[in-house]
Structure formats: C-alpha cells, structure tokens
C-alpha cells in the first residue's frame, strides 16, 4: 500500500477533524458524486453499481476530504493506495469490504489498479423497496459509528463477487422489472455481510475507539429518532417528535449541544436530520401503502393534513399526491 506524499499525509493526521470539514464539498446526488470523482454518469438516479476496473480509467486518484449523502457497499478485491472513510484511516491489507455512510467523510489518495464492485443508493432508493425498510435497525455495520472495514477471507469472495455481479447484470439490463431483481439481490449482499461482519465484530473488539463519545450520541438521537415514529409510539403530544428539544430531552442534554455534535459529524443540524427521515418516512408510506395523505399526515403526528403537505412541498417543491402520483408510474 502506498502512503500519501509526507507533507499531505501530515495535514492529514495533525490537523483537527473540525478545521477539514470546512468548506468541504457535499454532493446531494449520485449524478452529482459520479461527475466530481469524473466516472460517467449513474443510469438510475438514485442507485448505481460500478467496478473498480471501469472506473480506473478516469477516476479522480486524489480524492479531497468531502461528504455524500448515500450509502456505499464496497468490495475491493486488489488495489493500492490510502483510502479515509470517516475515522477509519488504516484498511485491512488485501481483500476488504468497507461502507460509506450519508453525511460521513471520506477522501482517497490511490493507485488506479483497483479491482472490486460498488453498489451506492439514495434513501429514495430505500423509500420504495418492499425490503429495505428499517435498514439501520437490521444492517448495522451501516451506521455511520460502527461501518468499520474488515478483510474478507478468500474463501469468502466468490460468493460475494457473485451477488455484485448478479446486480450489475441486472442493472445493464433492459427488463422492465430490474429494480426487482436488484432489491433482492441487495438484501442478500446485506444479510451475507452481516454474517461476516458480527463474526469480524465479535474478533475485533480492540475497534472499541469508534465507539467515541460523539459518535454514541449521533447513534443514540438516530435510535431515538427511528423508534419515535413507530406505529405504537406514543407522547405526551406527538407533535413534539419534530423537534430537536424532544431528542435532547430523552438524550438528557442541552439542544444546543446535540445539534453541535450532530452537525459537526454529519455537517447537517439534527432539525434536518428530523425533517429528512420524516420526509423519507412519507415517501415510503405514499408509495408503500394506499393510506390517504391524511392518514399519512396523522401517522407522522403532524397536526393537521395541511401541515403536513405544506412540509412536503417545502421539502420536494411536490405536493404528497404529485409525488405519489409521479413514483407510481
């Protein structure tokens, strides 16, 4: 594995966190992220799969610290280089799988003989699988404090390859009914990483250092904000779960502070956190379920049905029939 030039590799390491995330770049979309790394364009807007070969050719080789707002899969099966995902700055040599969570930092100083797959995927894309619903709360290696990377064994890599391959074939493809297929074949990439990666875990426990203080506070508002919008949920007024003195509240901290810590990880306040899973909620359930807008109003505990639409609007600049309307076609 090859090292960053001495002087870059030492902004790197000596530099505090917070003074690298200013003025980072953010992509908002899997068009946008492809044309910053310079790799052609995703044929779906919302999910893509690449091969490391494929993208040698033109990919950017040095990378700048910078965030998205997706998750990664990725199985390296060769390549050189110095790869930093979040707080994970050294890889395991050899075959590796590693995640990128939305909002977490990443950057790269490679070599261009990588081999291996990637499969990259918007919570749009999660809104209108049948599958992947609560994917946090059954895939844990995706959150973004304990998405470490781990080798694979060698026996372990034809399988795995094969799942990547299946979806790329498919992705390729011209059947009407890919994304199908494709939703299948990511769920069982999901649930065969999972099996390796609680055996890793349970080998590995020396990586108690990702588990910092912050990071278990961004985990524990995630878990708060995911289980605050479960059907048998219940507040003393519900409409409170929209707000982030609610979460600070069952944290037993100041709001000021959760949105401190929130924001410094993710680059995003935990007000928009709150109103980004609210809005993924909603596109789920337009899609999902034949619920009506004002069922659906009620089931995320906004006081009204207008309430509700106007937050959707502001958000998509759709109204929740419109965007109903336009997914199901």
């Given at each position: 594995?090859?090292?960053?030039?001495?002087?870059?590799?030492?902004?790197?390491?000596?530099?505090?966190?917070?003074?690298?995330?200013?003025?980072?770049?953010?992509?908002?979309?899997?068009?946008?992220?492809?044309?910053?790394?310079?790799?052609?364009?995703?044929?779906?807007?919302?999910?893509?799969?690449?091969?490391?070969?494929?993208?040698?050719?033109?990919?950017?080789?040095?990378?700048?610290?910078?965030?998205?707002?997706?998750?990664?899969?990725?199985?390296?099966?060769?390549?050189?280089?110095?790869?930093?995902?979040?707080?994970?700055?050294?890889?395991?040599?050899?075959?590796?799988?590693?995640?990128?969570?939305?909002?977490?930092?990443?950057?790269?100083?490679?070599?261009?003989?990588?081999?291996?797959?990637?499969?990259?995927?918007?919570?749009?894309?999660?809104?209108?699988?049948?599958?992947?619903?609560?994917?946090?709360?059954?895939?844990?290696?995706?959150?973004?404090?304990?998405?470490?990377?781990?080798?694979?064994?060698?026996?372990?890599?034809?399988?795995?390859?094969?799942?990547?391959?299946?979806?790329?074939?498919?992705?390729?493809?011209?059947?009407?009914?890919?994304?199908?297929?494709?939703?299948?074949?990511?769920?069982?990439?999901?649930?065969?990483?999972?099996?390796?990666?609680?055996?890793?875990?349970?080998?590995?426990?020396?990586?108690?250092?990702?588990?910092?203080?912050?990071?278990?506070?961004?985990?524990?508002f995630q878990a708060q904000l995911e289980t605050?919008?479960?059907?048998?949920?219940?507040?003393?007024?519900?409409?409170?779960?929209?707000?982030?003195?609610?979460?600070?509240?069952?944290?037993?901290?100041?709001?000021?502070?959760?949105?401190?810590?929130?924001?410094?990880?993710?680059?995003?306040?935990?007000?928009?956190?709150?109103?980004?899973h609210v809005l993924n909620l909603a596109k789920?359930?337009?899609?999902?379920?034949?619920?009506?807008?004002?069922?659906?109003?009620?089931?995320?505990?906004?006081?009204?049905?207008?309430?509700?639409?106007?937050?959707?609007?502001?958000?998509?600049?759709?109204?929740?029939?419109?965007?109903?309307?336009?997914?199901?076609?």
């Open positions: 594995m090859i090292q960053l030039g001495w002087k870059r590799f030492c902004i790197l390491i000596r530099t505090p966190i917070f003074t690298l995330r200013s003025n980072l770049e953010h992509f908002t979309t899997i068009a946008a992220y492809c044309n910053a790394i310079q790799v052609s364009a995703p044929k779906h807007p919302h999910f893509d799969i690449r091969s490391f070969q494929d993208n040698m050719h033109t990919v950017v080789a040095q990378m700048p610290p910078f965030r998205h707002e997706f998750y990664a899969i990725a199985l390296k099966a060769v390549g050189s280089g110095k790869v930093i995902s979040g707080h994970h700055t050294e890889f395991p040599e050899g075959s590796t799988i590693f995640f990128n969570s939305p909002f977490q930092i990443l950057s790269w100083d490679i070599v261009p003989d990588w081999e291996g797959y990637y499969i990259i995927f918007s919570q749009d894309f999660i809104a209108k699988s049948s599958f992947l619903q609560d994917i946090l709360k059954h895939f844990p290696f995706l959150k973004i404090e304990k998405d470490m990377p781990f080798a694979v064994e060698p026996k372990d890599m034809a399988p795995i390859l094969s799942i990547y391959e299946a979806i790329a074939q498919e992705y390729n493809s011209e059947h009407p009914d890919k994304f199908q297929l494709i939703e299948s074949y990511v769920l069982l990439l999901l649930n065969f990483i999972k099996r390796y990666f609680q055996n890793t875990v349970s080998e590995q426990d020396a990586h108690a250092e990702i588990r910092k203080t912050d990071l278990k506070l961004l985990s524990r605050s919008f479960y059907a048998n949920t219940s507040t003393p007024n519900n409409s409170q779960v929209h707000t982030t003195s609610y979460y600070a509240g069952k944290l037993s901290i100041h709001p000021n502070h959760l949105n401190a810590v929130v924001k410094q990880i993710t680059g995003q306040t935990a007000k928009q956190h709150i109103q980004n789920s359930r337009l899609i999902q379920t034949e619920d009506s807008v004002k069922e659906i109003a009620y089931s995320l505990y906004f006081e009204s049905p207008n309430n509700f639409s106007s937050f959707f609007k502001k958000l998509t600049s759709q109204t929740p029939n419109t965007y109903r309307k336009a997914a199901l076609l």
